[in-house]
């Protein structure tokens, strides 16, 4: 196998949430099923629905449930009777997707590259993708990894650095299993992100060394923090959350797709001690960015081999909600005027949703915290944003060319009669009140928990390489 500290060519950058997971107990004969007490153990934590203790400083996307580690992964139908949840993997996703007949017509992403930020990394990230690969018969591909800043050594102890190389891995995995062709480099930064600007101006420098360096074609973003929390925002000064778009602003001249997740706490998210989430709707940057598509979550009902028994509904189990709602920072953008019976003068999230329930998590592998190296089940918008980063990709290499920022496509494509044509599939069940916060509810067209809804791969890339449009956001 290939070093597990393998790096790429790529220089080192100068200084410029973690995933929500379950991982499922195996012990030498048996599996354990999850115990009210390990449910209720997640970093990150609402007044009502978080009673673990919490440690400092929590990324600001996710939470974390961890009862045990699973020494190989299990069929769904093993999941539901072992476990009391579903578990899928990268081959029921093609399936779901509708991306095995893009695969057959040589559509894999290849020529393309995808970039994934994360703080701190994971040290193992290239052998536990290559065991992941192994199982379920992808093809090997070398992580190129940045580092960005002086990046400390991982430490196994550090929650905080644990937390982060499972959004790591969940990042560099599903990005592969949906683009295999795709060119992945991980950017670790110096710094963590948390709610406010902390970690923020790092993670930005680095996106906008690479895209003015010609580096990648679409990034995503598994991290965000709220709004509110930045500073000077209850005086209505935004400055210190606009200051930091030149990445995006970047990103849109050299044509590179930005997405980011829409966030795990439904309509509500955590306040500035990342522990407590806010009693009203609010929205999290950069989801929330005109500049950025904002992918938010669904919950995916599928037997084993990855066909649906039921249509999608918004992720809402009771461990975790779908991001959306409406921004507080940002008007309208134009790209939304077609909903504006929706949103009215704000920008509302999501845009498009994924695969983001535990109760439908993914399996992931990672060897980076001995203790607890084996397979493990994420959930959380952070795994819908990678999932749909290897859609782009695989639209890139449709297009033959950089698709740029895709909300004037998907806006256009997925408002109307001929949505499904397109390949956007409308979510019209469920709701992502949170917290003891009431959300919204799902319906017919646009919503605020779903937003366009989901998607089939094969009719969607094939749209979005024809859209004759360009760039959009302001």
């Known amino acids: 196998m290939r070093s597990t500290h393998a790096r790429s060519s790529i220089p080192v950058l100068g200084t410029g949430a973690a995933a929500l997971l379950v991982a499922l107990a195996q ?13 209720a153990d997640r970093t990150g934590s609402s007044t ?36 009391g949840i579903r578990c899928y993997s990268p081959v029921q996703y093609h399936t779901a997707y509708n991306l095995d007949t893009l695969y057959e017509h040589g559509l894999t992403g290849a020529g393309r590259t995808i970039v994934l930020v994360d703080s701190f990394g ?5 052998h536990d993708l290559e065991v992941f690969d192994a199982q379920w018969g992808l093809p090997d591909t070398t992580v190129s990894v940045v580092r960005a800043g002086d990046v400390p050594p991982f430490d196994p102890k550090n929650p905080d650095m644990v937390g982060w190389a499972s959004e790591s891995t969940l990042d560099v995995e599903y990005a592969h299993a949906i683009a295999p062709g795709a060119h992945l480099v991980l950017v670790e930064t110096a710094v963590s992100e948390t709610e406010g600007v902390t970690g923020f101006p790092e993670m930005m420098s680095a996106e906008k060394a690479l895209i003015d360096a010609g580096v990648g074609d679409v990034i995503s973003q598994s991290f965000g923090a709220t709004e509110n929390t930045f500073p000077g925002f209850d005086k209505g000064d935004f400055s210190s959350l606009l200051q930091l778009r030149y990445a995006f602003k970047a990103a849109r001249e050299h044509h590179v797709t930005v997405l980011a997740s829409s966030g795990d706490d439904g309509v509500t998210n955590a306040m500035l001690d990342g522990s407590t989430l806010y009693t009203m709707p609010v929205n999290s940057w950069p989801s929330s960015d005109p500049l950025v598509t904002s992918v938010g979550g669904t919950q995916l009902y599928l037997d084993d081999a990855g066909n649906r028994i039921s249509p999608d509904s918004v992720w809402n189990d009771g461990i975790g909600a779908g991001g959306g709602g409406l921004s507080a920072v940002f008007e309208r953008p134009d790209f939304q005027d077609g909903v504006s019976n929706v949103v009215g003068d704000h920008r509302g999230t999501p845009d498009i ?15 980076f915290n001995p203790a ?16 749909f980063a290897g859609i782009v990709a695989l639209a890139d290499q449709a297009a033959g060319q950089r698709l740029g920022n895709i909300d004037d ?14 390949g956007v ?44 449009g360009s760039d959009s956001g302001d």
Do not use: M
Request: proline content about 6%; overall charge negative.
């Open 409 to 422: 496509a998907l806006y256009e494509l997925g408002v109307g009669k001929h949505a499904a044509h397109n």
């Open 48 to 83: 009502a629905a978080r009673p673990a203790a919490v440690v400092k400083p929590v990324p600001a996307v996710a939470g974390h449930i961890d009862a045990a580690t699973l020494t190989s992964p299990l069929p769904t139908s093993q999941c539901l009777t072992q476990l």
């Open 122 to 126: 994971s040290p193992t990230i290239q």
């Open 27 to 39: 012990t030498s004969s048996a599996v354990a099923a999850p115990t009210a007490s390990a449910s």
């Open 425 to 468: 599939v409308d979510v019209t069940v469920g709701d992502n009140s949170f917290g003891g916060v009431t959300g919204y509810s799902a319906g017919p067209g646009y919503d605020l928990s779903s937003g366009l809804g989901t998607f089939d791969a094969a009719k969607l890339v094939k749209a979005l390489a024809h859209f004759d």
């Open 372 to 387: 607890r190296a084996g397979w493990h089940i994420f959930g959380g918008t952070s795994e819908a944003s990678p999932i």
């Open 353 to 367: 949703s994924a695969s983001a329930a535990v109760n439908g998590g993914a399996w992931v592998y990672y060897t």
